[in-house]
């Protein structure tokens, strides 16, 4: 059974009669839905396998955080596809700054990827704070920031608040670096 859908509103503004879009199978919805379905189901399994200290007293395990990711990312996925069987499909962004016809800015497709790439060494090496603080200003400034330094003084603040969220409440070691190595509040 192939339905034909009415294009939006604004193809019959243009002057050009709406054109029908087949109400064919949304593959790539499926497919979505699928991965984000197969990626909670791994999840869920690995979140099973989390070693538990013998005698832990924390209310919150190490497990409670990726139990929860899964199962919402299962729950999430399978409205999806229930949603997609009933014939509501994504509708394509058609605000007035999308340029669908534009072509992809490769160079900043590169930036963004060597930025996320650096964090590979910069943990290790300078740390959480410096390693998100080039992320965020690199990534702000690939994207087109105009004022770098204020992209480089939010994500020096990002990257201390987590910091400190996670080495001093959270008791997680994230590595703190050279240069807060020795700050005590700092190591979890």
Known sequence: MTAAVPAPLDAAASGGAPAPRSARAPIGEYVFAAASAALGAYTVI???????????????????????????????????????????????????????DAPTDWLAVAK????????????????????????????????????????????????LVTQLVFGAWLGLSLPAGPLLNWIPIFNG
Not at 48 to 67: D, E, H, N, Q, T
Not at 78 to 85: G, K
Not at 113 to 120: D, I, K, P
């Open 46 to 100: 690995g979140a099973g396998f989390i070693r538990v200290p013998p005698g832990s007293a924390s209310v919150l395990g190490p497990r409670v955080f990726p139990y929860a990711v899964g199962v919402l990312l299962l729950v999430a996925s399978l409205a999806v596809i229930v949603q997609i069987a009933r014939g509501h499909r994504g509708v394509p962004d058609e605000g007035e700054d999308v340029d669908p």
């Open 112 to 159: 963004l990827v060597a930025f996320f790439l650096s964090q590979l060494v910069l943990i290790d090496l300078a740390g959480w704070p410096i390693a998100v603080t080039v992320l965020f200003a690199g990534a702000a400034w690939s994207l087109g920031a105009k004022r770098w330094w204020i992209a480089v003084l939010v994500g020096l603040g990002l990257g």
